[in-house]
Nanobody, 126 residues
């Protein structure tokens, strides 16, 4: 069992930065791919970024490429999402997820993840 707790969300002006983090419990953190998803009001939850168990492979949604960076620290059982050049359309609840995706497309899908955090609100004002 893996428990995930997000922190580091908040309110920021457009063009600003935030760095949400996700702390994972359990000694098998290193075995899991970690991902970030988000859900804006009235919209479905969507993929944002993922990083594989080794930390060498990363995956990003087109809408955040070049602005967001995902990273992980196995010593701290944590994953981070550095968000720069934030836009009002980035406003959403951001969820951390852990799983073992089997194929390339699984990294981008909710079905590739087994454990989810409670979510952290990110609000970008214009």
């Amino acid at each position: 069992q893996v428990q995930l707790v997000e922190s580091g969300g908040g309110l920021v002006l457009a063009g600003g930065s935030l760095r949400p983090s996700c702390a994972a419990s359990g000694r098998i953190f290193r075995s899991y791919t970690m991902g970030w998803f988000r859900q804006a009001p009235g919209k479905e939850r969507e993929f944002v970024a993922a990083i594989d168990w080794s930390g060498y492979s990363t995956y990003y949604a087109e809408s955040v490429k070049g602005r967001f960076t995902i990273s992980r620290d196995s010593a701290k059982n944590s994953v981070y999402l550095q968000m720069n050049s934030l836009k009002p359309e980035d406003t959403a609840v951001y969820y951390c997820a852990a799983g073992t995706p089997w194929s390339g497309s699984d990294y981008y899908a909710e079905s590739g993840y087994d454990y989810w955090g409670q979510g952290s609100q990110v609000t970008v004002s214009s």
